[in-house]
């Protein structure tokens, strides 16, 4: 069955913490590895990754993708309290499949 | 970047009422768009698949004759919630690929607050 794990599900921080979400993933013809920052609506995209050991960053936030071990990591550095949101990864799949964890919700207390 | 418009984002409805939810890809054309529903405090759940010219593929345990989707061009596909209930209440999610692109991320709409009273 595939699927896709993200742990913790719930992270309280401080401002200035590093925090590491983990995302593994189960799934046939795997394609993609996306991350995507939810707030109080929509999610908006922060990385795809499609190939092993390349990190990608963008300002605090970088994530690599681990294709022989079958997960991704988004780390983050010097949290703020905007970076409290629901972190979502979803794995793609197939053609056009693609499946989401549950998601991680982080707190960033200031 | 890609933009997916959502509408209504907000709508309050009577219980037995059918309401129409559009998810619109502004300036890319999808073949594919994907809705899904959440719950407060849980992930994206997928609903349905929607193919343009096509049926819609649906997820085991979503009613079809409950949430018709129509994908009638590259741009546009519609979630009817039909003789909606109160338990229909949620927030609903649409998202696009871009049609062109290879391992296109997913684009979303800011999603749709259903009420039904």
């Known amino acids: 069955e595939d699927k896709v794990v993200q742990s913790p599900l719930s992270l309280v921080v401080h401002e200035g913490d590093t925090v590491t979400l983990n995302c593994s993933y189960e799934?046939?013809?795997?394609?993609?590895l996306l991350w995507y920052k939810q707030e109080k609506k929509a999610p908006t995209f922060l990385f795809m990754l499609?190939?092993?050991?390349i990190e990608k960053k963008s300002g605090r936030l970088s994530s690599i993708l681990d294709k022989k071990e079958l997960f991704s990591i988004l780390n983050i550095t010097a949290t703020q309290t905007g970076d409290s949101a629901i972190y979502l990864c979803a794995a793609g799949y197939n053609n056009n499949d693609m499946r989401f964890g549950a998601g991680t919700r982080l707190t960033v207390k200031p | 970047g890609a933009v997916v418009s959502q509408h209504p984002s907000r709508v309050i409805c009577k219980s037995g009422t059918s309401v129409k939810i559009e998810c619109r890809s502004l300036d890319f054309q999808a073949t594919t768009m994907f809705w899904y529903r959440q719950f407060p405090k849980q992930s994206l759940m997928l609903m349905a698949t929607?193919?343009?010219?096509?049926?819609?593929?649906?997820e085991q345990g979503v009613e079809k004759d409950k949430f018709l989707i129509n994908h009638a061009s590259l741009t546009l596909s519609t979630l009817t919630v039909t003789s909606a209930h109160p338990e229909d209440s949620s927030f609903y999610i649409c998202?696009?690929?871009?049609?062109?692109?290879?391992?296109?991320?997913?684009?979303f709409g800011n999603g749709t607050r259903l009420t039904v009273t």
């Open positions: 929607s193919n343009e010219g096509s049926k819609a593929t649906y």
């Open positions: 998202s696009a690929k871009e049609q062109v692109i290879y391992n296109s991320p997913l684009h």
């Open positions: 499609t190939s092993s050991g």
């Open positions: 799934v046939t013809n795997f394609r993609s």
